[in-house]
């Protein structure tokens, strides 16, 4: 009986959990993916729930492309290639130097400042990874429709922010409010992105002649 | 025809001749030599426009691997690992970064390395600290680079006033977090070995206010002079044109080179007056051909003329010659020619045998008649026929002359008959009378026909006394073997005076009754009791007028005739008129 009247709270809880459904358009309308969403409560702290994530090399590409941590996550960028891979970042939220290496490094990396971190490899090129590390654990990504889902939020006004690799200007001037109540909130943010432009992976054999 | 080049007046036709071929030749070689000459220059100018055309392409191509390369260099600079490593920790820590940065720019060989944010400001200036902090002096560059697939953009620009080859890519870091400047100075080196290359005057100039020249191959004195010529008169792009600097002539050629069009051009020029001396060695051929065609021209044309003028001079001596009576054939070198020439000569030989007959028919008319009827018949073409004309006729006749006939050798009496007849026909022509013929001894004569002449009856008795004084003269010299005695007798009538006879034979004489009389008076002459050698007829007597000394002798009946004619004795001319 006091086993599940332990439960009660957090079945409580998970009752009164609510949403924030968002969706990313660009400003021609077009969904955009890989757009981070994250609220932060308006009052209150936000709970510390970093959990630790994984980067990893993989067919010469970071997997994922984007990931969104809350600081004070631990965050290890294991090999999965046979080759060996020289991963860095001289982003001022996490400066890191990781030598060739193979496997997985024995201690993770601890993303304790906010802000975006830049993961490249130094002898491929075109290997790119965004780490956004927010001061909020609710946060999530937008897949190919745009849309991401921030669940188990707590009611209350909350303070959604958005970021994307392309992302032109500044995440707070796209700063919006929600009110997290029994329906799903809904969010929408009409961003302006940046052309990018990022090195070719292995150009077709033949294309570099002589000239 | 003369009148119409009267400034040039030829007086032969062998001038007229040369003169005309010489006008004509002259004028085909002027042509010709002007109009090849004008084609091959515009060739060769079209020839030199083309080569510099060729010239540009291939500068543009130099130009462009150039900077592809350095494009390529500063691209390997970005990728420095390095600097990726000194941008992200000593972004803050400027002399860290500006002597990396110097040692970056010593690695590709540039002249300067700006390292410029994404905001566009100037981060660090490897050349000019000051420069730091402040917007980025060639904004433009970052403009197309952003637009670029590959996010590079690479030209040639002016700074502080130079030209320099520029390029800017992108430091990633592993993704946009800078743009990484690299400027390479353009001097003379770089359009010397241009130059050499394409072999011809390269300049590169720049144009801020007025053109100034930033690079060039030409030497000193030229490159002063061809700045003052550009800011004088502005070459348009991209077209060829002609340019004087000093001595020499210049095909040049400008084209834009700059990110921002116009303020660094590229000028390519190519000697003109050079290029034209290969076209020299044509230009002195061309004028050596054309005179010596001129020459040849000159001579062929007198030689036809002369080959012309030459048989026409003799064909006129030789008419001068005809003129004068000279039939004689001239060299026949003429007549054998095919041409028209001998055409003429031929013809005109014919035409001297013909007036060399006509003559001698003349002649010969004249021998067998006096001169005065041959040209009488020849004048009236011989058509038979007369006229009524009132004559004298005169008949002589030696008297006895069967008798002294006989007794003579007939060669004898034909010398005697031949002198006689000469020196009567000789008296008769005298007094402008013709013999009309000899019939054995006698002679007749005629006073006033042909030829008209009023005082015929005067002529006639004038030569009876001439006659019969020359007979005593002839007597005197013993032309005969006897004193031969002549009778003459004189009528003037009205007669029928003409050609008579067939077409084929005739001969100009009289007919009528005063004939016949003045041949009855005649044989008059033998009656003693006339006692005279010469008997006129009144009618004669009226018609000649005074001065004659007559003795009347009466009548006579003339045979077939039925009135008598009062006839005269003439004994001579009366003293009154006394003249010889």
Known sequence: MVRALAVLPLLATAVCAGEIVAEVKDSRGAPVADAVVYATPLSGKAPQRPQPAVVAHQNQQFVPFVTAVQVGTLI???????????????????????????????????????????????????????????????????????????????????????????????????????????????????????????????????DATYR | MMRRLPRFRFRTVRGRLVGVFLSLLFALQAVTFLLVFRASRNHALRQIDARLAISLRIFQTIEKQRIRELNEQARLLAYDYGFKQAFGTSINDPPTMRLAMK????????????????????????ENSARDGTPFDLPELVTVAEGADDGEARGLTLRDGNPYAVVLVPLLAPDL???????????????????????????????????????????????????????????????????????????????????????????????????????DGLKFALIGVALAGLAISVVAAFRIARSLAQPVLRLAQDARRVELGDYSAHDGADLERPDEIGQLAQSFQKMTAGLAERDRVRDLLGKVASPAIATELLRREAA?????????????????????????????????????????????????????????????????????????????????????????????????????QLGIGIHTDIVIAGNMGSPARHNYTVIGDGVNIAS??????????????????????????????????????????????TIHALLGRSAATGND
């Open chain 2, 177 to 279: 977090a800078a743009w990484i400047c690299l400027g390479f100075r353009i001097d003379d080196a770089f359009v010397r070995e241009l130059g050499a290359v394409t072999g011809q005057a390269v300049s590169i100039l720049q144009h801020e206010g007025a053109w100034k020249l930033a690079a060039t191959t030409l030497e000193a004195d030229e490159s002063a002079a061809l700045t003052a010529a550009l800011n004088r008169t502005p070459l348009a792009f991209d077209r060829a044109s002609h340019l004087q600097l000093g001595r020499a002539r210049y095909v040049s050629l400008l084209t834009p080179l700059a990110l921002n069009n116009g303020r660094v051009a590229v000028l390519l020029q190519r000697n003109l007056d050079v290029e034209l001396a290969q076209y």
């Open chain 2, 103 to 126: 040692n970056w720019r010593d690695r590709v060989g540039a002249s300067f390395f700006v390292l410029v944010s994404l905001e566009r400001k100037t981060l660090f200036d490897s």
């Open chain 2, 384 to 484: 038979l026929g007369g006229e009524e004309r009132c004559v004298t006729v005169l008949f002589s006749d030696l008297r006895d002359f069967s008798a002294i006939s006989e007794r003579l050798p007939a060669s004898e009496v034909v010398a005697m008959l031949n002198a006689y007849f000469s020196r009567m026909g000789e008296i008769v022509d005298a007094h402008g009378g013709v013999v009309d013929k000899y019939i054995g001894d006698a002679l007749m004569a005629l006073f006033g026909a042909p030829v008209n002449q009023p005082d015929h009856a005067a002529r006639a008795l004038d030569a009876a006394l001439e006659m019969g004084a020359a007979l005593d003269a002839l007597n005197a010299q013993s032309f005969a073997a006897e004193i031969v």
């Open chain 1, 76 to 206: 290890n960028l294991p090999n999965r290639d046979t080759v060996k891979h020289h991963a860095y970042s001289i982003s001022p939220a996490r400066k890191f130097d990781l030598p060739l290496y193979a496997g997985t490094p024995q201690a993770p990396l601890l993303f304790d400042k906010p802000g975006i971190v830049t993961i490249g490899c130094n002898i491929h090129d075109w290997m790119l990874a965004y780490v956004c590390v927010v001061e909020t654990p609710f946060s999530a990504l937008t897949g190919a429709d745009g849309r991401a889902q921030l669940r188990g939020l707590a009611p209350g006004a909350y303070r959604v922010e958005v970021w994307q690799p392309r992302l032109k200007g500044q995440p707070s001037s796209y700063t919006q409010q929600a009110s997290v109540g029994g329906a799903a909130a809904q969010v929408a943010f009409a961003l302006e992105l940046k052309p990018g432009f990022r090195p070719r992976r292995n150009p077709a054999a033949g």
């Open chain 2, 520 to 565: 009855r008076l005649q044989s008059l002459t033998r009656r003693a009791e006339y006692d005279t050698r010469v008997i006129v007829s009144e009618a004669t007597l009226r018609a000649a007028g005074p001065g004659y000394e007559t003795r009347p002798l009466g009548e006579a009946f003339v045979k077939g005739k039925a009135q008598p004619v």
